[in-house]
């Protein structure tokens, strides 16, 4: 027996006990005649006591030999520490040791392996074994098990049955590019890492299951950013003989259970926006709404007054940030530079401060007038020591340029919470968008999404208008799940492909087997999928997912730990038929 107990269970009801510890040395303090050494495990850290007039010479000896990371295990007896730390569950208490085993030691740690670690993050993550044995890591860890602990209670009592899908599919186009693999037994043929489970979990409904889900890894070969990874996980569902309000019922209560389980959080309104709605407010599908700053069109106020900027534009548009009258010129140019980076893209930022004592001062005096200023207060709902920011340009891409600026501006004000939960469902997606490099529609979503019925005769004349019976789960500007209801019949499911611009070829070639198996009785159903990593972050107060990942890549989608992905030798790539151009 290595322990009899961890190192964070121990404390005075345990005085004069003989206890085993094992664990690491995270700091010693040698004063010659006494050597005191925190010992940490994964539950906690004990103090341990060598003591010249109570410990032997070679006890003293061994204690000074110690080095941090050490892997140790000591018997001894629980004493009262006479300076207590009340910071530690452990504090009270230290052990008087009798007996020290050396049971691995350690290089010198290339980094300190404290709360606050003198390590940057590509050191830190070549030597990840080492950071998970930080707090901060590690309890990411553990909460990330805890919230995965709760999904699988409540999606199995809602009467959903866990079950696997295969990682060697088919390669399907589904939006990003695929990560495909080599077939030894099937000479010039390649398997392809899921994207998601999507058709696996379609055929399961066809084949009777009813609710299914799965927390499962999907991989998609996209560019990479603090919140996006190579390999991700998904809370992947479906259900037979439902439709989209079922699915938001059970899957708002889903996300109350775990806002209350793992945060303490009642969340009751789960309110409902459109996609054009969204849009329109807040310039993204996924809007952050615990703080105001909603988009006001301003083309009735700002258009035709003899300012061209504004005159040729399609779209005028603004924001009233509250308290900000009170920039200075200085801090107004900051913001101005900020919309102007290659990151956002914009040509500027015109701005009107609303002061304090009523009086309006802006960039535009010239061509407008108080009152035409007070139209603009009037339509974003600006107060006395607000500022209102405009922008101008075309209305997709305008729109995007003042989200960004107002997610920017709601960091800055300190209006975004992580404690604070505001979850939207945002409904009623177009089923097309328009490629221009392409010239023809793809699938917003996936090939498989149902059109609204009330819209099905659109697909005719007017594709671009058609809306999917899709719906996303956003919570504090984040997206943290979508679905939809499914097609689950083989003539719409036909009709579909012909407008993505398959042909009837193509179409057998890549979806065959979903098609005949729709032939078979395949009941109506419909899902939705979880970024399982974006949902434990944001629940842990963040929203970059890395470090609630036990082992990341980094932006390169590189594991700079075991140096992947890496170059195959000669033989392996002859064995797989492979042969490279470089």
Same mark, same amino acid.
């Given at each position: 027996?290595?322990?009899?107990?961890?190192?964070?269970?121990?404390?005075?009801?345990?005085?004069?006990?003989?206890?085993?510890?094992?664990?690491?040395? /995270?700091?010693?303090?040698?004063?010659?005649?006494?050597?005191?050494?925190?010992?940490?495990?994964?539950?906690?850290?004990?103090?341990?006591?060598?003591?010249?007039?109570?410990?032997?010479?070679?006890?003293?000896?061994?204690?000074?030999?110690?080095?941090?990371?050490?892997?140790? /295990?000591?018997?001894?007896?629980?004493?009262?520490?006479?300076?207590?730390?009340?910071?530690?569950?452990?504090?009270?208490?230290?052990?008087?040791?009798?007996?020290?085993?050396?049971?691995?030691?350690?290089?010198?740690?290339?980094?300190?392996?404290?709360?606050?670690?003198?390590?940057?993050?590509?050191?830190?993550?070549?030597?990840?074994?080492?950071?998970?044995?930080?707090?901060?890591?590690?309890?990411?860890?553990?909460?990330?098990?805890?919230?995965?602990?709760?999904?699988?209670?409540?999606?199995?009592?809602?009467?959903?049955?866990?079950?696997?899908?295969?990682?060697?599919?088919?390669?399907?186009?589904?939006?990003?590019?695929?990560?495909?693999?080599?077939?030894?037994?099937?000479?010039?043929?390649?398997?392809?890492?899921?994207?998601?489970?999507?058709?696996?979990?379609?055929?399961?409904?066809?084949?009777?299951?009813?609710?299914?889900?799965?927390?499962?890894?999907?991989?998609?070969?996209?560019?990479?950013?603090?919140?996006?990874?190579?390999?991700?996980?998904?809370?992947?569902?479906?259900?037979?003989?439902?439709?989209?309000?079922?699915?938001?019922?059970?899957?708002?209560?889903?996300?109350?259970?775990?806002?209350?389980?793992?945060?303490?959080?009642?969340?009751?309104?789960?309110?409902?926006?459109?996609?054009?709605?969204?849009?329109?407010?807040?310039?993204?599908?996924?809007?952050?709404?615990?703080?105001?700053?909603?988009?006001?069109?301003?083309?009735?106020?700002?258009?035709?007054?003899?300012?061209?900027?504004?005159? /040729?534009?399609?779209?005028?548009?603004?924001?009233?940030?509250?308290?900000?009258?009170?920039?200075?010129?200085?801090?107004?140019?900051?913001?101005?530079?900020?919309?102007?980076?290659?990151?956002?893209?914009?040509?500027?930022?015109?701005?009107?401060?609303?002061?304090?004592?009523?009086?309006?001062?802006?960039?535009?005096?010239?061509?407008?007038?108080?009152?035409?200023?007070?139209?603009?207060?009037?339509?974003?709902?600006?107060?006395?020591?607000?500022?209102?920011?405009?922008?101008?340009?075309?209305?997709?891409?305008?729109?995007?340029?003042?989200?960004?600026?107002?997610?920017?501006?709601?960091?800055?004000?300190?209006?975004?919470?992580?404690?604070?939960?505001?979850?939207?469902?945002?409904?009623?997606?177009?089923?097309?968008?328009?490629?221009?490099?392409?010239?023809?529609?793809?699938?917003?979503?996936?090939?498989?999404?149902?059109?609204?019925?009330?819209?099905?005769?659109?697909?005719?004349?007017?594709?671009?208008?058609?809306?999917?019976?899709?719906?996303?789960?956003?919570?504090?500007?984040?997206?943290?799940?979508?679905?939809?209801?499914?097609?689950?019949?083989?003539?719409?499911?036909?009709?579909?492909?012909?407008?993505?611009?398959?042909?009837?070829?193509?179409?057998?070639?890549?979806?065959?087997?979903?098609?005949?198996?729709?032939?078979?009785?395949?009941?109506?159903?419909?899902?939705?999928?979880?970024?399982?990593?974006?949902?434990?972050?944001?629940?842990?107060?963040?929203?970059?997912?890395?470090?609630?990942?036990?082992?990341?890549?980094?932006?390169?989608?590189?594991?700079?730990?075991?140096?992947?992905?890496?170059?195959?030798?000669?033989?392996?790539?002859?064995?797989?038929?492979?042969?490279?151009?470089?």
């Amino acid at each position: 027996m290595y322990r009899s107990h961890t190192c964070g269970e121990i404390n005075l009801t345990n005085k004069d006990q003989e206890v085993q510890l094992s664990g690491w040395v /995270q700091k010693i303090r040698n004063k010659g005649f006494m050597v005191w050494v925190d010992l940490r495990d994964r539950y906690g850290i004990t103090q341990l006591i060598f003591d010249e007039e109570r410990s032997s010479k070679e006890l003293m000896e061994k204690a000074g030999k110690l080095g941090r990371e050490f892997v140790i /295990q000591v018997t001894g007896e629980v004493i009262e520490r006479e300076s207590k730390n009340p910071n530690i569950p452990t504090g009270e208490i230290e052990i008087l040791v009798s007996q020290l085993n050396i049971l691995n030691t350690s290089l010198t740690p290339p980094f300190t392996i404290e709360e606050e670690t003198d390590g940057g993050e590509d050191l830190r993550m070549k030597y990840r074994y080492l950071d998970i044995r930080r707090n901060p890591v590690k309890n990411k860890l553990v909460f990330r098990h805890k919230v995965g602990m709760q999904v699988r209670n409540y999606l199995s009592q809602a009467g959903f049955i866990e079950v696997e899908t295969p990682y060697l599919i088919k390669s399907t186009p589904e939006g990003a590019r695929d990560f495909v693999v080599p077939s030894r037994m099937n000479e010039g043929q390649f398997y392809a890492l899921p994207q998601s489970p999507q058709t696996f979990k379609q055929l399961l409904m066809v084949g009777g299951m009813d609710k299914y889900f799965q927390i499962v890894k999907c991989f998609r070969d996209e560019d990479l950013r603090a919140d996006r990874q190579p390999e991700f996980t998904q809370i992947d569902c479906e259900m037979a003989f439902v439709e989209q309000e079922d699915i938001l019922n059970i899957f708002e209560g889903l996300t109350r259970h775990l806002l209350k389980e793992i945060k303490g959080v009642d969340i009751i309104d789960f309110p409902r926006m459109t996609y054009a709605e969204a849009m329109a407010k807040y310039g993204n599908d996924k809007p952050d709404i615990r703080f105001g700053m909603e988009f006001a069109n301003l083309n009735e106020q700002a258009k035709n007054k003899g300012f061209n900027v504004f005159d /040729q534009q399609e779209l005028v548009v603004g924001i009233a940030v509250p308290g900000a009258a009170s920039y200075t010129r200085k801090e107004i140019d900051k913001l101005i530079d900020w919309v102007k980076r290659p990151q956002v893209g914009a040509n500027g930022l015109v701005w009107v401060k609303y002061n304090e004592d009523g009086s309006l001062k802006s960039s535009v005096d010239k061509f407008y007038s108080s009152e035409d200023l007070l139209g603009w207060a009037k339509e974003t709902g600006a107060k006395a020591g607000d500022l209102i920011l405009v922008m101008a340009g075309d209305t997709n891409k305008t729109r995007t340029q003042l989200s960004t600026l107002r997610m920017h501006l709601g960091n800055e004000l300190g209006l975004r919470n992580s404690e604070e939960f505001a979850p939207l469902w945002v409904l009623d997606f177009p089923l097309l968008e328009w490629d221009e490099e392409t010239q023809r529609y793809h699938a917003m979503h996936h090939p498989f999404t149902s059109p609204k019925k009330e819209d099905i005769a659109l697909l005719e004349t007017n594709p671009g208008e058609v809306r999917a019976n899709a719906y996303d789960l956003v919570l504090n500007g984040n997206e943290i799940g979508g679905g939809s209801i499914r097609i689950h019949d083989k003539k719409t499911q036909s009709k579909m492909f012909d407008y993505l611009g398959f042909t009837e070829e193509e179409a057998k070639e890549q979806f065959g087997f979903l098609m005949d198996a729709f032939q078979y009785g395949a009941p109506p159903h419909g899902g939705i999928a979880f970024g399982f990593d974006r949902l434990v972050a944001i629940l842990g107060g963040q929203e970059t997912i890395r470090d609630f990942i036990a082992f990341p890549k980094n932006n390169a989608g590189r594991d700079v730990m075991i140096d992947a992905p890496a170059k195959l030798d000669e033989d392996q790539l002859k064995e797989l038929h492979l042969k490279l151009r470089i």
